[in-house]
């Protein structure tokens, strides 16, 4: 047996089995589930499928598994429940996985299991049956992608090549939604919740890790362009939390993978309740996706590296637009404000490019920088999430401990670890919050930190106050996270690669979280 997940009951199976005389060579709750079925096929006299649906029947938690029986070596029975289950369809043969991408270079053609159905593969046979044994017709998709989405294409690293992909990735996420000289956003997934949403008295976002920056990127354009109350919650906190969910409030799940399981979950409880789940979802066909009522597919194109990275300008672009299109339906936003963000919008992709000339600068500063024991990160308003996700680059890619903080939060503990060890990373793009920005980067300086900025074109004042400055063009302060991002990214990147670290899998990280 192949299992992926977690048995929450697995104790109280193993128990019984103990009682029965089993004895464990192992902690696992994997051992546990496997001597359950065995137990369960002795005592019932059955096959292994049969056995297999009567224990799932008691079986809780989160799971893929794929049992082989050696008296049927060429049968594999497969079960899910939160966690993904891909199967591809080849010429006498079938591939078994949690994503479907890996399966590209054998087939296109691929089925998503769900929760509480089992699958009976031979190689030119798939059953797909419910746990009552009733027969279903599996649902043969047909993947978008090419091949060559999933390979390095010359870069060293699956993370450098997708930050450099981020110009095309925010371009087609925009194509055929944006059209600034018509003055149109149009986007069939969110369309026909268009009333709902407009009349909603609060939209919450649940999410995780990167996704959860993009929501509070996110909180600061709905309420400054939609003025509606938004919430983000962290989807681990907020399934287990009971919240207050009237019907009809809107619920909006970030998610890359689409496979988080407390993405899920969460947006499954809020969904019994009777909120309107729409999806900002990477993952074409992935399980949040097909939970989601509605929602917007961000089109980054498979994300390998474990660190998250285009998926997260994609997620913002899409969540702009999103924002835009309810502000105007709102009346919120004036038709002045409107068209400009429009139009700065579309710009987007070739600013990232510009941003994307300094990676040779960058990667000296991270020559310089990578020995740091500790580094902080600091910005306000629209850059205060993206300073948190600076950090966490950080940590994943170069184990540096680094702490995301709102600049002006510094002074009330932070600012005791300033000392002229600690480079301080000041996300300072010009805004209507830059000058206080600035007080804070003298604040650091008067103490000896080393500062080093983010700053737009032109900014010769913080130039002058930084030790060293990475540069994005000038953009409307609500698009400018798209453009201060991306030397962060390259930062963590290239101090990554200079302590040789396998910057692709970091330790300890999964690409997809789909257990709690
Ligand atoms: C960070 C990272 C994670 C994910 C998080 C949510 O680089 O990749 O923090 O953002 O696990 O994953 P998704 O977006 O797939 O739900």
Known sequence: MIHNGIIENYSQLKKELTNLGYVFESDTDTEVLL????????NNN????????????RVTGAYVILLLDEENPDTIIAARKGSPLVIGVGKGEHFLGSDA??????????????DYELAIIRPDELILKNLGNEKLTPYVQKLDLELAAIEKGGFDHFMLKEIFEQPQTIYDCLRGRL??????ITMSGIQQYAD????????????????????????????ELCRINVEVEYASEFRYRNPVIHKGDVIIAISQSGETADTLVAIENAKQKGAIILGVVNVVGSSIARTSHGGAYTHAGPEIGVASTKAFTAQLAVLTMIALKLGYLRGTISEERYRNLLTELEQIPEKVAWTLQQSEHIKALAEKYKDARDFLYLGRGYNFPVALEGALKLKEISYIHAEGYPAAEMKHGPIA???????????ATRDAYHEKVVSNMQEIKARKGIVISVITEGDSHSTD??????????????????LSVVPLQLLAYYI?????????????????VTVE
């Open 101 to 114: 991408s890996p399966m590209l270079e054998y087939t296109k053609e691929v089925v998503y299991v769900n």
């Open 496 to 512: 990554g690669v200079a302590k040789n670290l396998d910057v692709d899998k970091p330790r300890n990280l999964a690409k997809s």
């Open 35 to 42: 001597n359950f079925i065995e137990e369960i096929k002795k």
């Open 417 to 427: 670890l300033v000392d002229d060890q600690l480079p301080v990373v000041f996300v």
């Open 465 to 482: 106050i930084s030790d060293d400055v990475m540069i994005v063009p000038e953009a409307d302060e609500i698009l400018a996270p798209m």
């Open 196 to 223: 709902q949403i407009v009349n909603a008295n609060r939209i919450v976002m649940v999410a995780c890790g990167t996704s959860w920056h993009a929501g509070l990127v996110a909180e600061y354009i709905f309420e």
């Open 46 to 57: 059955c096959g292994l499928e049969e056995a297999v649906r009567i224990a799932l029947k």
């Open 179 to 184: 059209d600034a000289v018509a003055g149109t």
